[in-house]
């Protein structure tokens, strides 16, 4: 199994991005029960859950982007989403998709980087 993030990009503040992890080499059945999620680390913090997603459960968010970051999974495409909007110079960061699957094995993406200029 493996994931791989795109869709970062610079964008001014107030703008929006869609971010796209696509999970490869994982039959259906194993992409619908792995939770999968977005992180992200700016430069010089600490890396940071996003957004969790777990299919049959409501997606969890961090208090810092409640109301302007949705992710969402296509599970015909094997895709997690995250859309941001209104986004601000403090979400400028790497982001990374994240996934654990139910043998408890824990998968990264590569990242990549959404920079907010004010």
């Known amino acids: 199994v493996q994931l791989q993030a795109s869709g970062g990009g610079l964008v001014q503040a107030g703008g929006s991005l869609r971010l796209s992890c696509v999970v490869s080499r994982a039959i259906l059945s194993t992409f619908w029960s792995m939770d999968i999620n977005w992180h992200r680390q700016a430069p010089g913090k600490e890396r940071e859950l996003v957004a969790a997603t777990t299919n049959g459960r409501p997606t969890m968010y961090a208090d810092s982007v409640k109301g302007r970051f949705t992710a969402s999974r296509d599970n015909n495409k094997k895709t997690v989403y995250l859309s941001m909007s209104n986004l601000e110079p403090e979400d400028t960061a790497v982001y990374y998709c994240?996934?654990?699957?139910?043998?408890?094995?824990?998968?990264w993406g590569q990242g990549t980087l959404v920079t907010v200029s004010s």
């Open positions: 994240h996934a654990r699957l139910n043998s408890g094995a824990e998968l």
